[in-house]
C-alpha cells in the first residue's frame, strides 16, 4: 500500500498594529488567536510605527501568555508608519511556517477557524489561498450580516475581475505561492485585491469556506472606501489587472464603470450601495 506523504501544516499568524487601534480590541483579536483549537507554531506581529503605552502593555502581557505554551510571538518594530502592504511583507518575509493565516488587530476569529483552514488545505492542495465568511459587527455579540463569497475556483476568478474575492482577515495561504506572486505591496486600501488578482493570473488557485470565521468589526467602511482619490487608485488596478492578462479591454471598462458607481456618490448612497453589495 502507497503510503500518502504527510504535508507539514504547521502555520504562522501574521498581523499589524499601528497607533490608533484600540488596546481592547488587540487584546480580543489575539485572545481569539490563543484560544483556537489547532494553535499556530507562531505569532507575527509587526508595529507599523511608534505605539501607545496601552497597546505595548498588551502585547508584553500577550507574549508572555503565548510563550508559556510554547508559541512563539516575535514583534517587529518598523520605525514609521509604512502602511500596510508594507507591514505585511515585512512581516510574511519573517515567518517561518510554510503556511500563513492572516488576522486583524481588531476582530475575533472562531475558535475552530484556523483548524477548519488546514484541514481544507489537506483535502484541497492544489489551492493557495482559502478564505471564508465573516459575521460583521460594530458591538461585540450583535451580528449586523453576514459577508459570504463564492466558493470555487471557477467563480472566484470571475468574481475577481470586478470584486475583491477574498475577506483578507480571514485568508490562510501557502507562504512560497505568495512570495512566488510578489507578495504584498503598497496600494492603500487594495493592497490584498492586488495580492489576489496577481496570484489569479499567474494561475494560483483560491478557495473560500462556506462558514464564517471571523467576527470582523465594522467601522465607517463605506467612507473610507470612496472618494477621488480612492477611485483613482481603483482604476490603477484595473489596468494593472488588464496588463496581467487578467482582464480584457472589455472587461477592463465595465470594471472602471462598476468601480465608480461604488467610489464616487455621496456617502450616504455609497452606503446604501455596499449594504446591497455585501449581501450578495
Given amino acids: 500500500m502507497i503510503m500518502k506523504e504527510e504535508v507539514n501544516l504547521e502555520y504562522s499568524v ?60 516575535t514583534c517587529i518594530q518598523l520605525e514609521k508608519n509604512m502602511g500596510l502592504g508594507t507591514a505585511l511583507q515585512t512581516g510574511l518575509e519573517k515567518c517561518d511556517c510554510d503556511y500563513i493565516a ?34 460583521e459587527f460594530v458591538k461585540e455579540g450583535k451580528v449586523i450580516r453576514t459577508k459570504t463569497m463564492p466558493l470555487n475556483y471557477e467563480e472566484l476568478y470571475k468574481y475577481g475581475k470586478y470584486r475583491n474575492p477574498l475577506n483578507h482577515m480571514t485568508v490562510f495561504f501557502r507562504k512560497k ?51 477621488w482619490e480612492y477611485f483613482v487608485t481603483y482604476c490603477k488596478l484595473r489596468k494593472i489587472q488588464n496588463k496581467l492578462g487578467y482582464t480584457n479591454i472589455f472587461e477592463l471598462i465595465s470594471g472602471v464603470i462598476f468601480t465608480a458607481m461604488i467610489t464616487l456618490p455621496p456617502n450616504n448612497i455609497r452606503g446604501c450601495i455596499y449594504k446591497i453589495l455585501r449581501k450578495k
Avoid: H
Fill in 102 to 135: 492572516r488576522m486583524d488587530s481588531d476582530d475575533i476569529a472562531v475558535s475552530d477557524r484556523l483548524e477548519k483552514q488546514v484541514n481544507y488545505i489537506k483535502n484541497n492542495s492544489q489551492v493557495s489561498v482559502v478564505g471564508g465568511y465573516i459575521n
Fill in 177 to 227: 505561492d505568495v512570495l512566488d506572486a510578489g507578495g504584498y505591496k503598497p496600494m492603500k486600501g487594495l493592497e490584498d485585491y492586488y495580492l489576489w488578482s496577481r496570484m489569479l493570473a499567474k494561475g494560483y488557485k483560491i478557495g473560500n469556506i462556506d462558514q464564517v470565521l471571523v467576527n470582523a468589526r465594522l467601522g465607517n467602511f463605506a467612507n473610507r472606501r470612496g472618494g
Fill in 14 to 73: 501574521l498581523m499589524s498594529v499601528y497607533i490608533k487601534e484600540k488596546p481592547e480590541f488587540l487584546e480580543r483579536a489575539l485572545e481569539s488567536i490563543y484560544n483556537q483549537t489547532l494553535k499556530p507554531r507562531e505569532v507575527i506581529l509587526v508595529k507599523d510605527g511608534l505605539l501607545t503605552e496601552e497597546l505595548e502593555t498588551i502585547i508584553s502581557k500577550e507574549i508572555r501568555k503565548f510563550n508559556e505554551s510554547n508559541i512563539d510571538f
